[in-house]
């Protein structure tokens, strides 16, 4: 038996999309929602074969090991703090944690660019824009299929945020089954136009209601957003993040969403023009990871909430 492991954010998406295409296989899939990422404990032991996807390593550190010790063939893929790479014959691992790659990218360059399109949806949907739109130029592809490719990056990740899969707009598992198959973005959209529409209401629809936000907390390391505890405001709390990171480069933010255990999850960018520091500061918290540019806390205790405040202010302060 042989499973896909993979994070339900566009990123994860699509990079398994591309690994699919060039090598099909019908497996189990093991997936959820973005800030689910300790996936790898649910594969059984003994399996023959897991291909895992923009999985922290790290924090799948004692299920890999389990598995490489049971005599499983595991490829790993990924762009997020990985700790100690195992050393095992059984393991392929690709980690690189340039805060300007993505897993998409990743793949793209074991591909040889074979399925390109599908490596820029993963691209923008990671908030990668100038990677991609310099990826894009080189690969002469024309500014109004690029803003396609970037729409759809933007609602896949838009649809891997909430608390559990009932804030999502569509499991991401059921999501993949959709893309999967198809050589180009634009095939998928053709074939699914009901899947996008649906997907770009409603993160219009959510953008909308978060335009009424004012920041929480403002100072020279940043802006703190806190949302409301509502499902829409769960759904774009990361893209929420990329947008005002966009907005104001030069800036750090974090967004903070209330979660039904009463805990913050947390979404932390790094200013654009200094795109590092963001997994160090979320790794001073128990639940903490993520990347150079852009961070998670999964559940920030509600004591912790002023820590969190000065520990960021004084983290990002120029």
């Known amino acids: 038996m042989a499973f896909d492991v993979f994070n339900g954010d566009a990123d994860g998406l699509a990079a398994l999309v591309q690994w699919r295409l060039a ?12 800030r689910d990422i300790a996936l790898l404990k649910q594969v059984p032991l003994a399996t023959e074969q897991v291909t895992v996807m923009d ?19 595991v ?35 074991l591909l040889h660019g ?25 690969s ?4 109004s299929q690029r803003d396609r490719l970037e729409q759809l990056g933007h609602y896949l990740n838009y649809n891997s945020y909430g608390a559990s899969l009932d804030d999502l707009i569509m499991p991401p598992a059921i999501l993949y089954r959709h893309l999967c198959g198809f050589d180009t ?9 009901d899947i996008v529409t649906t997907l770009a209401e409603a993160y219009q629809s959510d953008r909308d209601k978060a335009k009424a936000l004012a920041p929480e907390t403002t100072g ?6 806190l949302l409301p505890d509502a499902a829409w405001a769960r759904r774009i709390s990361g893209m929420l993040g990329n947008q005002l990171a966009n907005q104001a480069p030069d800036s750090a933010h974090a967004v903070l969403t209330p979660m039904p ?4 999850m947390v979404s932390i960018r790094a200013p654009l023009n200094r795109p590092s520091g963001a997994v160090q500061l979320a790794e001073q918290f128990a639940t903490g990871g993520g990347r150079a540019a852009a961070a998670g806390i999964n559940a920030l205790p509600a004591t912790a909430l002023s820590a969190f405040t000065a520990a960021f202010m004084a983290h990002f302060s120029p």
């Open 23 to 34: 090598y099909p296989e019908a497996n189990t899939l093991i997936t959820g929602v973005k």
């Open 55 to 73: 999985l922290s390593m790290a924090k799948n550190q004692a299920a890999l090991d389990a598995l490489l010790a049971s005599g499983t063939q």
């Open 75 to 109: 490829f790993y893929a990924d762009h997020h703090q990985s700790g100690a790479v195992p050393q095992s014959p059984l393991l392929h691992a690709h980690i690189h944690t340039s805060a300007n790659t993505c897993t998409a990218l990743i793949i793209d360059k």
């Open 114 to 138: 074979q399925y390109r399109e599908w490596a820029l949806v993963g691209a923008y949907g990671d908030n990668l824009h100038r990677t991609a739109n310099a990826l894009a130029h080189q």
């Open 140 to 143: 002469q592809i024309a500014a």
């Open 185 to 193: 973005p634009d095939a998928f959209m053709r074939a699914y136009p």
């Open 220 to 225: 020279d390391g940043g802006k703190i957003y």
């Open 261 to 264: 255990s009463g805990d913050w």
